[in-house]
């Protein structure tokens, strides 16, 4: 199993940028999608969830109105729009794939994402 995050980088404070994770080698509808985040010296937390057929999402309070979760099964991809970045932000931002059902939970290697101007 992989998931492959890209679209990280360096952006400017009230920029956007769009994430995307890739997974092969696993039943992608049957995986329960999310996005986490590590910034300098804090713990891993989740940003945001899509549910395994994306009709419902779920956001932590810092990123809700600014950035969006959504999936395309047909193309085994995750994706996060991030809108007006603040510095608070900046952070390897990981994806994450946990079945529906049993026991099974990948991670991706992270992105970094960096605010600052």
């Known amino acids: 199993v992989q998931l492959v995050e890209s679209g990280g980088g360096l952006v400017q404070p009230g920029g956007s940028l769009r994430l995307s994770c890739v997974a092969s080698?696993?039943?992608?509808?049957?995986?329960?999608m999310s996005w986490y985040r590590q910034g300098p010296g804090k713990e891993r937390e989740l940003v945001a969830t899509?549910?395994?057929?994306?009709?419902?999402?779920d956001y932590a309070d810092f990123v809700k109105g600014r950035f969006t979760i959504f999936r395309d099964n047909a193309k085994n991809t995750v994706y996060l729009q991030m809108n007006s970045l603040k510095p608070e932000d900046t952070a390897v931002y990981y994806c994450?794939?946990?079945?529906?059902?049993?026991?099974?939970?990948?991670w991706g290697q992270g992105t970094q994402v960096t605010v600052s101007s």
């Open positions: 994450s794939a946990r079945h529906e059902r049993v026991q099974l939970h990948y």
């Open positions: 080698g696993l039943t992608f509808s049957n995986y329960v």
């Open positions: 899509v549910t395994v057929g994306g009709g419902s999402t």
